[in-house]
């Protein structure tokens, strides 16, 4: 059976094509495909009905869909550049997450470096707590450790 323009079938797909092409006039933006599918949207949302919906109530659905998807867009590009940041921040060795570029970079250093970093070269041996016998390769770090035993690590 041949379709002929007559058939309701044939009037619904240019009825749809006709709206496509108005919207693609009103958003130039949207392609063919993206056109057919805010359509089929607004029917879903509109009960699965387009027959005797008014153009006016039409565009205000098709309005409020695109805001939906700007918001979902904007928040999954957020996501994937807050996913990149921690990518960034990211130990390549033990995969350890870091909050700051500077910390992670410090950590390869210390944790990942064949020679020693160069404040430890000074010091050429670890020191270690004389209250729980932790060791520490920084004085700074010793000096820090210090204040949870209770002990003014400057002795006054």
């Known amino acids: ?34 056109a057919f599918e805010l359509i089929k949207s607004v029917r879903n949302q509109n009960g699965g009905k387009l ?9 205000k659905i098709a309005k409020d869909i695109g805001r939906r998807n700007i918001t979902k867009m904007r928040e999954k590009k957020n996501q994937e550049g807050s996913e990149g940041l921690k990518l960034k921040r990211t130990c390549p060795f033990c995969f350890k997450i870091f909050i700051e570029m500077f910390s992670r970079d410090r950590h390869i250093r210390i944790m990942h470096s064949k020679q020693p970093a160069k404040r430890f070269r000074k010091l050429g041996r670890a020191l270690e707590c004389s209250k729980c016998s932790k060791t520490f390769y920084d004085e700074a770090n010793l000096k820090r450790h210090l204040r949870i035993h209770g002990e003014n690590p400057l002795g006054f």
């Open 1 to 34: 059976e041949v379709s002929t323009p007559d058939t309701p079938q044939m009037n619904q797909m240019s009825g749809l094509t006709g709206l496509a092409n108005l919207i693609q006039k009103k958003h130039p933006g949207y392609t063919r495909k993206e």
């Open 51 to 59: 027959v005797g919906l008014k153009m006016k109530r039409f565009f």
